[in-house]
Structures are given as C-alpha cells and as structure tokens.
C-alpha cells in the first residue's frame, strides 16, 4: 500500500481497489499523536492487507501526521484544512472515496485480530444491513463494557440511548452474556462500519452537531428508510473513551442535551415528537436542577444553552425533516425499548439490559 498525502484542495482522491468487497477503516484524528502512538500498532497490525488504513486529520497542530508517515507509511493521510469536529470531518474525509465499505474508527481504540471479516461477512450476507458495530469493551477494565457502544446501542420510548451492557453509569462486565448477533437501533461511532453508498445516501452525518449522538441519529435515518442496524458480537474492540471531550467537559453537556433534541425533531413524526420535546424538556430541567444543587454550575448553564440553540434552530431543524422524508420507506423500530428507561432504571432498580423484559422491545 502506497503512502498518499492528500490535501482536501485536490479535485480527485487516489484510492486502492484491490478485491471486492473493498473496505477502508477511517481514523478521524485531532491532535491525537500520543492517541495514534499507543493505538495504531493494533489497527496496522490486526487489520488485513487488502483494507486501506486512512488517518482524516482535522488541522491538527501536533506532529499526529508526520509521526504516521514516519512510523507507518503505509497509512495513507487526509488534510482537512480546520477541525471541522466528527461529523463534519468525517463526511469531508469520506466523500471523495470509492470503497464498498467505511469503517469509522476512534483513534483511541485497540482492535483484535479478525476484528474485520466477521463484521463484514455478515454485512455481505444480508444487504439489508447498513450498519454494524463489533462488541465494544473498555480498554481500561478489559473484562467490562465500555460505555460508548458496549454490545449494542437502543432507545427508550423518550428518545433516551442506552446500551446493553451499560445502562446509564451502570457498566458490566462481559461474561459473554451477550455474545449473539442481533439487530439493535444504533451502533456505536467508536467503530462504525457503514456501507459507503447508504452513508452518502442519507447525507452522511448532520454537520450540525459537531460532535455527540450524530451516529445515532444516521442510524435513525437510516432505520427510516428501511434499513437494519446490527451488533456483530463476533468481534471484540476495546475503546478508551473521552478522547475528545471527557464527562466532566460543559461542552460535552451542551453537546449531548442539544443534538439529542435535534434527533428527536428530525427523526420523529410532528404529532409524535411535539409531545415528546414536551417531556424531555422537563425531565432536562430536573437534570439542570440536579446540577446546580450540587454545585456543577457550568453544567447547568449546558443545558439551558442546549434547549437555547435548539428553540433558535427549528426552521433548519423543520426542512431537515423535510428532506429526510423523501428518502423514508419504512421506519424499522427494531431496538426500541417500549418504557422509559429513566424510570425503569432509577425506580424500578433495573439496572442491567438483562433485568429488562424482551417483551417490551420492538421486534
């Protein structure tokens, strides 16, 4: 495989085509040299010769490119030309490339060996199937998921994202309990593999959410248009987490409560989500409250930014809607969980996917 540094300014972006189906595993990176340092040895060296490696860089001022090229010249490297975030810089980097299949992958995560195949075997057997995630465990606490992804991402009757394997701050360990391929409503962004045509498709990530939850909301457009999302348990990856923004970042809590309001408008029915932003936006005036009683004061100022931003950008959030609507089929509600999971999991005690009845998911 070539060495190839390829400036965003280029019109053509040279590509390696070597057998069908053709697959590049994508690292967005930031300044992320000390990230690439300790993570990219096991993508090179677990990822099959015929699968391009390709670092997108967003601007970085680090040495994150020079080290690449002088460490692993067979990386080949994108510039963006400023941080353009995750969606954004994703949908830059990708749109000029001719592969059957992207695998979007954290720069902080450690892959295993046949951490591919699997993934896309089982992508091949049914085209219905445009995105899948690998099982997702913490490379802190190897035996523990990780919170972004664990074995496969749902969603709650309000709109709310959790995982099985991890339910709010509730993680377990992995005792193969989850083992099964199954179809899920959202895959993780830590490693994201996506048929290139459907990304480009449905318009790849929204732009406008920066960074948090826009994976989940291509995955929604997605299941709108009839498509399934699936967790591949056959593979394993470990994920560091909080690369980017770590939890205690207000701008991770701006982020999440903002583009989670946007998903709901943009992916639901209006009768559907008028009610539901109704609730949500009480429920998130508990969480602000909650911040504020104890003393996370920037926090609290997040969300209020957060339902801000999202009441001045509904006419952009209203021709979203619009235009989503012409590529929807059918809305595969597959990975819904019928409850609330707020309720189940601080009420109830519920606090593993397994303590949670199969009966209320749509199947």
Known sequence: METQTIDRKQTKIPVIMKQKPSVAVVILNWNGQKLLSEFLPSVVAHTPASTAIILADNASTDESIAWTQTHYPAVITIKNQANLGFAAGYNLALANLNYDYFVLLNSDVAVTENW???VI?????????AVCQPKILSYRTPESFEYAGAAGGYMDLLGYPFCKGRIFETLENDTGQYNANEEIFWASGAAFF????LFKLAGGFDKDYFAHMEEIDLC????NMGYKIMACNESTVYHLGGGTLSET????TYLNFRNSLYTL???LPLHTA???LLIRHVLDLVAMLKFLLTGKFKH???INRAHYAFLMNQRTCVNKRKDLLKLFKKSNKTGQYKRSIVYDYYILKKRKFSDLSVRNFFR
């Open 194 to 197: 996506v048929r290139a045509d």
């Open 220 to 223: 929604w457009r997605l299941k």
């Open 116 to 118: 591919i195949n699997p």
């Open 121 to 129: 075997q089982l992508m091949e057997n049914d085209a219905k199937i």
């Open 274 to 276: 008028f009610g539901l």
């Open 249 to 252: 970042n207000p701008e991770k």
């Open 265 to 267: 408008r943009k992916n």
């Open 300 to 302: 609290a100022f997040a």
